[in-house]
């Protein structure tokens, strides 16, 4: 079973480029969510998608943009990127929003911008 | 301060140990508790479950919680080399208006190495 599947894996970009990450689950779950870890800092929340059809900003939003375009994918995308959001970055998925749900992640996009 | 603080370690015990990880927390309204180990280079993966206080024993696996003290713990029985990873408390709960609410507060997870 594939469960999050997130491209690419690793990417480098120069300041101001801009660039999408792509998410895509085979669980039919309904709700599904960007994060991005940094050292010391923990998973943080960018964005998430309650259900198809709607997104809704996290913890840390700025910089970001993101399309929920079906159930099964979400994507993540960076209009034009600063050093600071050089960071690993995991989809993750869940049945619903509902407290208690279990948070399934994706193996982490590995993001450097220089 | 941050709602969920965890200590960083790293931690590093021999083989066979009893590891114990803990985080505190600020916000009253968590009330399910989880923990996560990722490997390196890899996603975080859901390792134990609780809500409410209590505790939960899976293996060599415990999680404790204790809701009055704002205190949560993992201990690891019988430690292996293949524990070595990095563990993330995380918690989620209701609003003061009882809307439940899924998204997950990270602690900013201990780093264990266990040693042959």
């Known amino acids: 079973n594939a469960g999050v599947t997130q491209t690419p894996k690793f990417q480098v970009l120069k300041t101001g480029q801009s660039m999408t990450l792509q998410c895509a689950q085979d669980?039919?779950?309904?709700?599904m969510y960007w994060y991005r870890q940094d050292p010391g800092m923990g998973l943080r929340l960018i964005y998430y998608?309650?259900?198809?059809?709607?997104?809704d900003k996290g913890e840390v939003p700025n910089g970001y943009n993101v399309s929920r375009l079906n159930k099964r994918e979400f994507s993540l995308r960076l209009e034009s990127a600063a050093p600071s959001q050089t960071s690993v970055y995991f989809c993750?998925?869940?049945?619903?929003?509902?407290?208690?749900?279990?948070?399934?992640f994706g193996e982490g996009s590995w993001l450097t911008v220089v | 301060q941050k709602e969920v603080e965890q200590d960083p370690g790293p931690l590093s015990v021999p083989e066979g140990a009893i590891v114990s990880l803990n985080c505190t927390y600020s916000?009253?309204?968590?009330?399910?508790f989880m923990w996560y180990r990722q490997y390196s280079r890899k996603g975080p993966e859901l390792l134990m479950y609780?809500?409410?206080?209590g505790n939960k024993e899976d293996g060599r696996f415990t999680a404790q919680v204790d809701k009055s003290s704002k205190y949560i713990s993992l201990f690891i029985r019988d430690s292996q080399p293949s524990d070595s990873a990095t563990y993330l408390c995380?918690?989620?709960?209701?609003?003061?208006?009882?809307?439940?609410?899924?998204?997950?507060?990270f602690g900013q997870g201990t780093i264990l190495t266990v040693h042959p």
């Open positions: 916000n009253s309204a968590f009330q399910y």
């Open positions: 995380a918690m989620s709960g209701t609003n003061a208006g009882g809307t439940s609410y899924g998204k997950l507060t």
């Open positions: 609780t809500y409410s206080s």
């Open positions: 998608s309650a259900s198809e059809g709607t997104t």
């Open positions: 993750a998925s869940s049945v619903g929003l509902a407290t208690g749900n279990t948070i399934y």
């Open positions: 669980m039919n779950h309904n709700s």
